[in-house]
């Protein structure tokens, strides 16, 4: 069946140190591709998002992604985390074949980041 | 810009009763909405999509007659949850898309719980 893949359910990190989340998916074609997070207690909220252009993306509080067309994936990143990047996050796709925009969304993965 | 909002924020009720949750777009007119439900430490999984002036479209095994999906406005869609039984207790959360654009607004969610 078609999906979005993230690969990591739950990434623990220290301060400062690099971070790479896995986001693959399965749909051929043209598709719009979204990084989202969701802090404790809070709404979602997007990070980023790759319509076409530039496969690098970069998105709010240092937050990057690049989207790979030959891999279907589109892995989240950002060089230095912090604590309050503690979260979950998730991938999601808009399949252009999708009626109606819905977003696909993966399982999400959830960050600790410790002080 | 872009805010949605859900009212009531949390909600219990008794098995049996019916409950009924508002979604908002404060600043803008959103032709599609969309119903999520987020089970604890679990993905988002698409309910159903409403287009305003038309009946709502349930994903897959989505009961229409529980879950009723109203767009009655291009600011206003309400999901009402009839005949809750515990096993509806969950975290449902809607989006808004402005016109054609392919971005999805999230509301902060509304935790039901069925006693």
């Known amino acids: 069946a078609q999906s979005v893949s993230q690969h990591n359910h739950h990434v623990i990190l220290s301060e400062a140190a690099s971070l790479e989340l896995g986001c693959n998916y399965s749909?051929?074609?043209?598709?719009?591709l979204f990084w989202y997070v969701q802090y404790p207690g809070q709404h979602l909220q997007l990070l980023l998002k790759y319509f076409s252009g530039d496969p690098l993306v970069k998105g709010i509080k240092g937050f990057e992604a690049e989207f790979i067309k030959s891999k279907f994936s589109f892995n989240l990143r950002k060089p230095s985390v912090q604590w309050s990047d503690t979260a979950e996050y998730f991938c999601a796709v808009i399949p252009f074949r999708n009626q109606g925009g819905k977003l696909i969304f993966g399982q999400g993965t959830e960050l600790s980041v410790k002080p | 810009g872009a805010v949605v909002s859900q009212h009531p924020s949390r909600v219990i009720c008794k098995s049996g009763t019916s409950v009924k949750i508002e979604c908002r777009s404060l600043?803008?007119?959103?032709?599609?909405m969309f119903w999520y439900r987020q089970f604890p430490k679990k993905s988002l999984m698409l309910m159903a999509t409403s287009n305003e002036g038309s009946k709502a479209t349930y994903e897959q095994g989505v009961e229409k007659d529980k879950f009723l999906i109203n767009h009655a406005s291009l600011t206003l869609s309400t999901l009402t949850v009839t005949s809750a039984h515990p096993e509806d207790s969950s975290f449902y959360i809607c989006?808004?898309?402005?016109?054609?654009?392919?971005?999805?607004?999230f509301g902060p969610g509304t935790r039901l719980t069925v006693t």
């Open positions: 600043d803008f007119q959103a032709t599609t």
């Open positions: 749909y051929g074609g043209t598709v719009n």
């Open positions: 989006s808004a898309r402005p016109g054609t654009s392919y971005e999805q607004y």
